[in-house]
């Protein structure tokens, strides 16, 4: 289906609210819940069925229809990916299979990088955080697989918290008038100023991957680290920035 059928379609929903309407769009909009639910498998890796995720994703995608205003000019599958995110993420934690040993590891695992980072003065490999937990690199790669679950949840709790970054409508950016332009320049020298007083590895993952745009994987190869290591710096280089910045985390958004 084309822009202008999808367009013909909102509109028929929006005014009518059929349940025939509905499921067509149920049908458009199917492959973005395996777009996202693929995104997340490829970071859980073995830890949830790929069938789940988009099980549970069709339960955001539903949400997303019912709740869309289509008048608003917001494009849906922005906000769609959001919900379908939520959905899935929120499945998993009702799940609570958690067990209490995972997290454990992960907090022997944060324990040895803030050690290591305190002493060393810079970023620690993947070999000197196993050597320091008295395991092997496999034995680490692999405790690294089992909480990737844990970072990625605690990061989307933080973000439900007050700091997700808002959609804005299509063309109707809060700096497009002429008055916004000054106010966005001096929170842009915020943003430098809180930046630069992260941890030297935070501030080049927050770097490279909002102002280089280089993927969790692309960043790891740069810092020589696991891409888990990375996103648990981005996660705890993201509270921080919540703490000085406030309301003002949209402006991550803007690069």
């Known amino acids: 289906m084309d822009e202008k059928s999808r367009v013909i379609l909102w509109q028929k929903y929006s005014k009518q ?7 067509k769009l149920i049908i458009e909009y199917a492959q973005l819940v395996k777009v996202v639910a693929g995104r997340l498998n490829m970071y859980l890796g073995n830890n949830v069925e790929y069938e789940d995720l988009v099980g549970y994703g069709v339960f955001g995608l ?63 490999t993947d070999e000197e955080i196993a050597c320091e937990l008295d395991i092997t690199l496999k034995e680490y790669k692999k405790w690294l697989n089992q909480t990737k679950l844990l970072t990625l949840t605690s990061l989307e709790e933080y973000i439900e918290q007050g700091s997700e ?41 927050i770097v490279l991957y909002y102002f280089e745009e280089l993927t969790l994987k692309e960043i790891s190869q740069i810092l020589g680290v696991s891409e888990s290591r990375v996103s648990q710096i981005h996660t705890k280089a993201l509270k921080k920035l919540k703490i000085k910045l406030g309301n003002n985390m949209e402006l991550l958004a803007g690069f």
């Open 17 to 23: 609210k059929s349940f025939d309407i509905k499921e």
């Open 62 to 124: 539903i949400d997303a229809i019912d709740k869309f205003n289509f008048e608003k000019g917001v494009k849906f599958e922005t906000y769609a990916s959001l919900r379908i995110r939520g959905a899935i993420l929120d499945n998993i934690r009702r799940m609570d299979w958690i067990p209490r040993s995972l997290r454990k590891k992960q907090k022997l695992i944060d324990n040895a990088n803030s050690k290591l980072e305190n002493a060393l003065g810079r970023l620690a």
């Open 165 to 205: 970054i808002r959609i804005e409508p299509m063309n109707k950016s809060r700096y497009t008038q002429p008055e916004r332009v000054v106010e966005k320049n001096e929170l842009k020298e915020i943003l430098a100023e809180v930046i630069d007083n992260l941890l030297e590895n935070e501030k080049r993952v």
